[in-house]
Nanobody, 122 residues
Framework: QVQLVESGGGLVQPGGSLRLSCAAS????????IGWFRQAPGKEREGVSC????????YYADSVQGRFTISRDNAKNTVYLQMNSLKPEDTAVYYC???????????????WGQGTQVTVSS
């Protein structure tokens, strides 16, 4: 079965850190450009980061630039999102997906997994 499964979310205080994982099964992840997306209540889903399969370059939304780092571990068939200096506005359900367009910003449609909840609150 081909799927991506997100994990690693939780409740963290402002300024804290979390590392999200996106584990692939049924296919080899490094052949695909992978994006991390998030959706906060009442807001559009948006792409916040992606890592390209072709050259490993990564891209970030302005809102997370300098705080989030995307990486991949091909041996583990997993992509990570290290999130530091978290802010309450980072609170959202986070999703990963294969995204050949490396979308940063609002995205419509698509097929999404369960996601992982990140809550930043004191």
């Amino acid at each position: 079965q081909v799927q991506l499964v997100e994990s690693g979310g939780g409740l963290v205080q402002p300024g804290g850190s979390l590392r999200l994982s996106c584990a692939a099964s049924g296919f080899t992840l490094d052949y695909y450009t992978i994006g991390w997306f998030r959706q906060a209540p009442g807001k559009e889903r948006e792409g916040v980061s992606c890592i390209r399969s072709s050259d490993g370059r990564s891209y970030y939304a302005d809102s997370v630039q300098g705080r989030f780092t995307i990486s991949r571990d091909n041996a583990k068939n997993t992509v990570y999102l290290q999130m530091n200096s978290l802010k309450p506005e980072d609170t959202a359900v986070y999703y990963c997906a294969a995204d050949e367009f490396c979308t940063i910003g609002p995205i419509e449609g698509g097929s999404w997994g369960q996601g992982t909840q990140v809550t930043v609150s004191s």
